[in-house]
């Protein structure tokens, strides 16, 4: 009951691949999902929890740029990774404008 109320948006299953670092961009992943307050990332290179990322998402060709802070990570094995839930989950403490105009948008298409 506790878990249901800490969730403040909604999120929505969205992939694409991101790009991410603490001061560049030299890991890769895909999300897994998104909401306007943060993304989970599927990817095996994690972050401890409260190192803040810089993170941009390719979307139709663009980059979506943001910083978020992760909020959990977890690594497996590689032969596991697509089978068990392991990434990171981030949540957003600035996005560009195109990032949140994005955000709008996909928020009224649901």
């Not at 109320?5 to 001061?23: H, I, S």
């Not at 943001?66 to 600035?94: D, H």
Request: charged letters at 30%.
């Amino acid at each position: 009951m506790i878990r249901l109320l800490r969730r403040k948006a909604k999120r929505r299953r969205f992939r694409a691949a991101v790009r991410y670092g603490r001061g560049n961009l030299d890991n890769r992943g895909f999300t897994t999902d998104l909401s306007p307050l943060g993304l989970a990332i599927k990817t095996n290179k994690v972050f401890p929890p409260g190192t803040e990322l810089l993170l941009a998402l390719e979307v139709d060709d663009k980059f979506l740029l943001a910083r978020g802070v992760v909020r959990w990570a977890r690594q497996v094995p590689p032969l596991l990774i697509n089978y068990v839930r392991c990434g990171m989950g981030i949540e957003f403490v600035a996005t560009s404008k195109r990032f949140k105009r994005f955000l709008v948008k996909m928020e009224r298409e649901s």
